[in-house]
């Protein structure tokens, strides 16, 4: 991870939020990724979001686990809250950091491996309990950390650069999340910013569990043909004289097109995607509707994206759980603390 801070020179009549603020006092580090990787793309439409919405830089709360995406929140918001949890572990520090914490606004960034694989678990829960949190999964089908085995995401036929292509069902963080109760989803991908900007806003405001997956390109383990979510790159640049990979810069995919319709993106290997935007006649409200067309649309080997599914009724984890408006961080002790009576009353019914 970069620790290296970005010179802050501004420019006199650069845009500024309601807070004074510009752009650039909502980015972080330099980013130590590989250049042409999706995940920036994600990073560069998350500063534009929290910027737009006027979130004040100290009440964010920045999560990540594990992998390349858990890097993300260095590249953010550097003046904020942050924690980077060990794999697959960021909803519990999250779900404990809201339940001492209410006021924040909190942000989680992980990887379809973090998330889907030793980390589904946890996943789950958050879903479950409906966490107020917006949850980003920068899902590209591989570990990219560890040399691009394939994910929990990796879809059926799926080539990897060495070995027989994956053969086992792919987890869906969308189907799932849709079955699980979330009360809102959207998938979206990493090189659409006009569309992503405002998923992550609506995800940021919503009260509840909010997640957006990014279909988000990886440019090194997914390199060869047969990838179905990033792109090849030959070698050409290799000169072995020591033991280590050089890997050439790519230019980030952008993706632009209407509602309703579909588009089929060309990565860097050759092969191709196909998004398919919904259209304005899309009722994100019915939860059997979004099966139904998330199937439809699976089954047509396209990938949808937009706003899925909202549920603006189901209450989120605090209003389940009757607690106080008041941030338990900022109780006085004498109101947490029930006394010794107290305690006596509670441990004589475990007697």
């Known amino acids: 991870?970069?620790?290296?801070?970005?010179?802050?020179?501004?420019?006199?009549?650069?845009?500024?939020?309601?807070?004074?603020?510009?752009?650039?006092?909502?980015?972080?580090?330099?980013?130590?990724?590989?250049?042409?990787?999706?995940?920036?793309?994600?990073?560069?439409?998350?500063?534009?979001?929290?910027?737009?919405?006027?979130?004040?830089?100290?009440?964010?709360?920045?999560?990540?686990?594990?992998?390349?995406?858990?890097?993300?929140?260095?590249?953010?918001?550097?003046?904020?809250?942050?924690?980077?949890?060990?794999h697959g572990r960021m909803p519990s520090v999250t779900t404990g950091a809201n339940a001492a914490n209410r006021d924040l606004t909190y942000i989680g960034v992980s990887g379809d491996g973090d998330s889907l694989s030793i980390g589904v678990g946890q996943f789950v829960h958050a879903i479950r309990r409906n966490l107020n949190m917006c949850y980003i999964i920068e899902n590209n089908g591989v570990y990219g950390l560890t040399k691009g085995q394939f994910s929990a995401s990796a879809d059926i036929g799926s080539k990897p650069k060495k070995g027989e292509p994956n053969r086992q069902e792919p987890i869906d963080p969308v189907s799932t999340a849709l079955s699980l109760g979330a009360s809102y989803i959207a998938r979206s991908f990493s090189g659409d910013k006009e569309q992503l900007v405002p998923l992550i806003q609506g995800a940021l405001k919503h009260p509840g569990f909010a997640l957006v997956d990014v279909i988000s390109p990886c440019v090194t383990f997914n390199d060869h043909e047969g990838s179905t979510k990033s792109y090849k790159h030959t070698r050409q640049f290799y000169h072995h004289v020591v033991d280590m990979d050089y890997i050439p810069p790519a230019k980030e995919i952008r993706a632009a097109y209407d509602e309703g319709d579909a588009m089929p993106v060309e990565l860097h290997d050759g092969s191709r995607i196909v998004l398919r935007k919904v259209d304005k006649s899309y009722d994100p409200t019915s939860r059997a509707k979004a099966f139904k067309y998330l199937r439809e649309q699976f089954n047509a080997g396209e990938i949808t994206t937009g706003l899925l599914y909202l549920d603006e009724e189901r209450p989120e984890m605090h209003e389940l759980m009757g607690n106080t408006d008041t941030p338990l961080s900022k109780l006085p002790y004498e109101s947490l603390h029930p006394g010794a009576e107290e305690l006596r009353k509670i441990l004589s019914g475990y007697a």
């Open 1 to 86: 991870m970069s620790y290296i801070g970005k010179p802050k020179v501004t420019h006199p009549g650069i845009r500024r939020n309601k807070l004074g603020l510009t752009p650039r006092d909502y980015e972080g580090t330099v980013s130590t990724l590989c250049a042409g990787c999706g995940h920036d793309s994600v990073t560069a439409a998350i500063i534009q979001a929290v910027f737009e919405l006027d979130i004040e830089p100290h009440m964010l709360a920045k999560m990540s686990g594990i992998g390349c995406s858990s890097k993300t929140p260095a590249y953010f918001v550097s003046q904020s809250h942050g924690f980077n949890s060990v």
